[in-house]
């Protein structure tokens, strides 16, 4: 297998089902440039050891996940560093968004909607996951927070009424750099969207290149 090459500092895209964490020893404890000593903002560390989180697809965009320690190289200034620990981490927790369409087209389908939702969220949200509801029509709604109450998630969902236009962009944006994007600065886990729709965007303010970023 061709192995893989990663610049200490790099660290991957984080959306995903299957990642692996490295951990690789730095060699270099200060920076080049340091704030004077009398610098209260001035905060020094030891480091010994930087965690990377990354995940691998294949040219058609599919997980890899049978790769090992032995399949990566990782440098910090042309020197090779010595990966002390790597572990494929697959059992994250889940934060998951679901989007769903109540515009006045998906009217006669609403109540289908509405059973798939409920009965996904039932499936999937389990233990340490937690999930959101978000509607949209001519704009987008949060109608359940991140949670792991599936009978609030789905009190959200039965409450849901049909009309108006279809900002399906928008809401992509919403949930994920308003939501998701948030809560992954601050605790590892997998991220997913979920979204039922016609497709039919007629109200959004961001483009679909924006909302897909």
Known sequence: MKRIVFPVLAIAALWGFVGWSAAAQQKTKTPPEEP??????RIVYDVTRVNMLFTVTDKHGRFVTDL???????FEKKQKQ???????????P???A???DTSSSVRDRFRFQQEA???????????????????FDTGAEMVADLTGDTNKLENAIRDLRPGGGTALYD???????????????????RRAMV???DGEDNQSHYSRDQASR
């Open 36 to 41: 004077p000593a009398n610098d209260p903002s």
């Open 171 to 189: 809401a992509i944006f919403f949930a994920a750099k308003d939501r998701l994007a948030l809560d992954q600065l601050l605790y590892k886990f």
């Open 68 to 74: 090992s320690k032995d399949d990566f190289e990782i």
């Open 98 to 100: 679901v989007l769903i």
């Open 82 to 92: 010595n990966i002390l620990e790597f572990t494929s981490e697959t059992d994250l």
């Open 195 to 197: 979204i039922l729709s």
């Open 94 to 96: 889940l934060r998951l």
């Open 117 to 135: 939702a409920s009965a996904f969220v039932n499936g999937v949200v389990h233990d340490r996951d937690k999930a959101m509801v978000v509607s």
